[in-house]
């Protein structure tokens, strides 16, 4: 695949990572974790190699502090003093039933850019993330009846279990890619564990793919992603 130029696009509210590919081929959309910005999983879209595919990286809408005179990007506020509180005692904290503040708002946003983006003009559409970034992508998916075809969740976890529960149950099942490392300190493997099983009971199709690492994207991760983004592909034509 050849260099695409990189440019930040704004659409609906939202500035982007955005490279354009062809007419009516696949849309990939990926939403980064705390503390990134949109070029963080920007690399994805070479390392795929999906032949056609628009991919879009939304910036996070929080500007949030990542160290002496550096700031990212976020979806929503973490409690950080409690993080960093169950991390001192080696435990990690249980999200299942917290719905954090900026969920509707940030959910809200991400609608209005998928409204332009307009997903049924795309042969596929896939929708994934990366720790904040996959907690989202689950809130999106579940809660906006729109075409998708395929759903991606790197080292994520379960929020504001009883709502997922209810809007999985209610929406057609779309297959799911998920992965988490088992020595992952900043959210627990069973968390991912829980949400795995949340999909799983309302009829989506996929398996929580362990890994001994941490808050990560190993390689073997990325080679087993791509199997499944390729699988989902319309076969092409003779």
């Not at 990286?57 to 169950?86: C, H, K, M, S, Y």
Request: aromatic share 8%; proline share 7%.
């Amino acid at each position: 695949m050849g260099q695409r130029k990189q440019k930040l696009q704004r659409i609906a509210n939202l500035d982007c990572a955005y490279f354009p590919g062809e007419d009516g081929g696949p849309l990939i959309v990926f939403f980064h974790g705390y503390g990134a910005d949109a070029w963080d999983l920007a690399p994805l879209s070479h390392e795929l190699d999906v032949e056609g595919a628009t991919w879009v990286f939304p910036n996070g809408t929080l500007e949030v502090p990542i160290g002496p005179g550096w700031t990212g990007r976020a979806w929503f506020q973490i409690d950080i003093a409690a993080l960093e509180a169950a991390m001192a005692l080696g435990q990690h904290r249980d999200l299942s039933q917290l719905r954090p503040a900026e969920m509707d708002k940030v959910l809200l946003e991400v609608q209005k850019l998928f409204q332009v983006l307009e997903p049924e003009t795309y042969s596929r559409v896939i929708v994934g993330g990366f720790s904040q970034g996959a907690m989202l992508t689950a809130e999106v998916v579940l809660s906006t009846p729109m075409k998708v075809d395929g759903v991606v969740l790197l080292s994520g976890a379960l929020l504001d279990q009883a709502n997922w529960r209810a809007k999985a149950k209610a929406r057609p099942p779309v297959p799911f890619f998920q992965s988490h490392g088992t020595q992952d300190a900043l959210l627990a493997f069973g968390g991912a564990q829980k949400l795995e099983q949340l999909l799983r009971e309302a009829g989506w199709k996929g398996h929580l793919r362990a890994f001994r690492g941490g808050h990560e994207i190993p390689l073997q991760i990325l080679m087993e992603l791509k199997a499944f983004i390729h699988g989902l592909l319309p076969p092409p034509q003779n």
